[in-house]
């Protein structure tokens, strides 16, 4: 059965828009995990632009299920996920003007940094994810590097509209059956919603989805436990 990672970053951009204490990403977390999620996700973005230190270290404490440190692959949040202890961490590229994570890391052009890297974290007990794109090439150098997951960039596919969605949605298929012949276990996440996800689920083989946008935008409707069960059963049910 596939797993449910639910991301929490969107309750911190609502608390840090007026830089008080509500709403509490680690609560929502609680609540996520009450309501069905399987894990909690959170990006400790280099600018802290919504998670901040504070909260990752609370969620260390506090996450009964699993805790998915996303960060930048450079030398200080390596540091800082040693000090953590996350159960697992997923390097993602960053840039600083982004709204969002844009695409996937270049695995394939960083292969010597990342294998340092990641024989890092591993030395600390910590599982490593790289966030790709459902590039064969990215795979492969995933797999280099010893990376023990991967987790798919949707965005192309939730992006796309009639055959062009189609065949990202191809492409995914074939990198969720590449990424288990090389021997690494698949997630899969961005921009994933109720509708989209569907699809997806029924390729199979993927191990966690992570998601947040889609849930967050449904909670400020039908309330946070109500929105992960729903998101929940969908990845259940596959």
Do not use: W
Not at 115 to 126: D, N
Not at 143 to 162: F, L, M, N
Not at 192 to 215: C, K
Request: aromatic share 2%.
């Amino acid at each position: 059965m596939a797993k449910l990672g639910v991301n929490v970053d969107h309750i911190a951009t609502i608390r840090q828009a007026r830089g008080g204490a509500e709403p509490d990403p680690v609560s929502a977390a609680a609540i996520a995990e009450l309501a069905g999620a399987d894990g909690i996700t959170v990006h400790l973005r280099e600018d802290r632009r919504h998670i901040q230190d504070r909260d990752v270290m609370i969620l260390r404490r506090t996450v009964q299920t699993h805790l998915n440190l996303e960060m930048a692959a450079t030398d200080e949040m390596v540091a800082i996920a040693m000090k953590v202890g996350p159960d697992y961490v997923t390097l993602v590229p960053e840039k600083r003007q982004e709204l969002t994570t844009e695409g996937g890391l270049d695995v394939a052009k960083h292969v010597q940094t990342l294998t340092k890297q990641v024989e890092l974290l591993h030395q600390a007990g910590i599982a490593v994810s790289l966030f790709v794109d459902p590039d064969l090439e990215q795979l492969k150098a995933s797999a280099r590097v010893k990376a023990d997951s991967i987790e798919i960039h949707t965005g192309s596919y939730c992006e796309a509209k009639g055959r062009e969605q189609t065949a990202e949605l191809a492409k995914i298929e074939e990198a969720i059956k590449a990424g288990r012949k090389l021997g690494l276990l698949v997630n899969a996440g961005h921009g994933l919603n109720y509708q989209n996800i569907r699809a997806v689920l029924a390729l199979g083989g993927v191990e966690e989805y992570n998601i947040g946008h889609s849930i967050i935008s449904r909670a400020v409707l039908v309330g946070l436990d109500r929105a992960v069960g729903e998101m929940a059963d969908l990845v259940h049910g596959s």
